[in-house]
Each structure stands twice: as C-alpha cells, then as structure tokens.
C-alpha cells in the first residue's frame, strides 16, 4: 500500500512569505507526527495530532506556526512571515493508535525541503 | 529533561567489518521504548530496530543488533558485515507513551556513517 507522502518535496520561498507543506498519512493511521529536522540537528517534535482528540501543540517554536488535520487524514504545516531560520527539512509520520502499554510503528515520509531567502 | 545524547557525528568503517555507534539518554521513567532509524540519501526515515526498556535480552535483527545497558541509560546499535547500503544517518530515538495513551519521541542528533569500499 502506498506510504505516508508530503508535498511539496522541495520549496523556496522568500523572508516574510507564508507557506504550506502538506501531508498524507497512511490510510488509517489516526495518529500523525509533524517533525522538523535542521543541518546538525535531530529532529525536532512539532505538532501531534490524535484521532479527535486535542492536538499537542507543545513543540510549535512560534504563534508563526501552525498545523490543521481535516477529517482525520490530511494534514498541513502553515508557516506564516517565514523567516531564515525555519530553513529546514520539515518531516511528517503516521502510525496507528497508541495505546497504554502498547507500541506503534512510526512511518515516515520523504520530507518536504524548506529554504528560505 | 528527556534527553537523547549521540556523541559521535560521523563514523567511517570499512566494508565487511563491524561497526558500533552509541547512544545514551536521559529519563526518569520506567517503562519506554528505545529505537535506531536509518535516513538515507533520499531522507526517508527508517526503523532499524527497537527495543523495549522492560526486556533485559537485546533486540537483534539480522546483522543490525544492540548492547542495551537500562541502568548506564545506554543504547549502541552493532552493524556487523557492513555492507555499502548501509551508510546513511543513523538516529537514536526514546518513545514513552503518555497518560492520555498517546506516543512521545526524543531524538537524537544523528551519526552519519560512511562505509568504505
């Protein structure tokens, strides 16, 4: 079956313009991670979504950024006045529901390349 | 703080030979999961292995294996008959599961291993 993808793979964009990365989950994931990875760094935890729950918000850098899931599926990464700074791959996975005591495999996709001039 | 710490940002090894790239973390829960993702050229993110903090046998698959140390908070992962495909990033990554049942992940900054012919 087809993986989680994202798109666009690459974009440039100029200082102070807003952008949108999207991403695709896995049919039937209800669970799906936005993460930020930037030269030298691990990857940074953003934004967590849930099935209908609340998402967690809790590693959003700015009130630049922000993130909506509609029906449960699809998702998309909003910067706003991007800055040089957000230059970073921007990494979205899925997995299935956790639960208490349980383990769930991550999927990754191919990223989305972000550059900002 | 949970914390995941890779202390060598890029390893060499020759092809056929073994390799081992370490990983430490910090944390005061008990029960949590441990996890080496392999990033290629192409970015995509991909489980290696995992192991789970409650089982004292280290996790193994095929020549990928780890040296799980719970109390020394470490977490090396062997790569035995190193063969080409193998150089990429390698990340070390922490999960816990939260109260409300969902999954949290700490990563690490990454070894970039070079496999040489």
């Known amino acids: 079956g087809a993986g989680v993808s994202q798109s666009p793979s690459n974009k440039v964009t100029e200082k102070g313009k807003d952008v949108e990365l999207r991403c695709d989950p896995i049919s039937g994931h209800t669970a799906l991670y936005w993460y930020r990875q930037s030269l030298g760094q691990g990857l940074e935890f953003l934004i967590y979504f849930q099935g209908n729950s609340a998402p967690d918000k809790s590693g959003l850098p700015s009130d630049r950024f922000s993130a909506e899931r509609t029906g449960g599926s699809v998702s998309t990464l909003t910067i706003q006045r991007t800055q040089q700074e957000d230059s970073a791959v921007y990494l979205c996975?899925?997995?299935?529901?956790?639960?208490?005591?349980?383990?769930?495999?991550?999927?990754f996709g191919p990223g989305t390349r972000l550059t900002v001039l | 703080a949970q914390t995941v710490t890779q202390s060598q940002p890029e390893m060499s090894v020759q092809e056929a030979e073994t390799v081992t790239l370490s990983c430490t973390y910090d944390t005061s829960e008990s029960d949590y999961y441990l996890f080496w993702y392999k990033q290629p050229p192409s970015r995509q993110m991909i489980l290696v292995i995992r192991?789970?903090?409650?089982?004292?046998q280290n996790a193994t698959e095929n020549r990928f294996s780890v040296n799980f140390q719970k109390a020394a908070k470490s977490f090396s992962l062997k790569i035995s008959d190193s063969q080409l495909g193998d150089a990429a990033m390698y990340f070390c990554?922490?999960?816990?599961?939260?109260?409300?049942?969902?999954?949290?992940?700490?990563f690490g900054t990454g070894t970039r291993l070079k496999v040489l012919a």
């Open positions: 990554a922490y999960g816990i599961t939260t109260t409300s049942g969902t999954y949290k992940y700490i």
């Open positions: 192991q789970e903090a409650y089982k004292q």
């Open positions: 996975a899925s997995s299935l529901a956790g639960r208490a005591g349980g383990w769930n495999e991550q999927f």
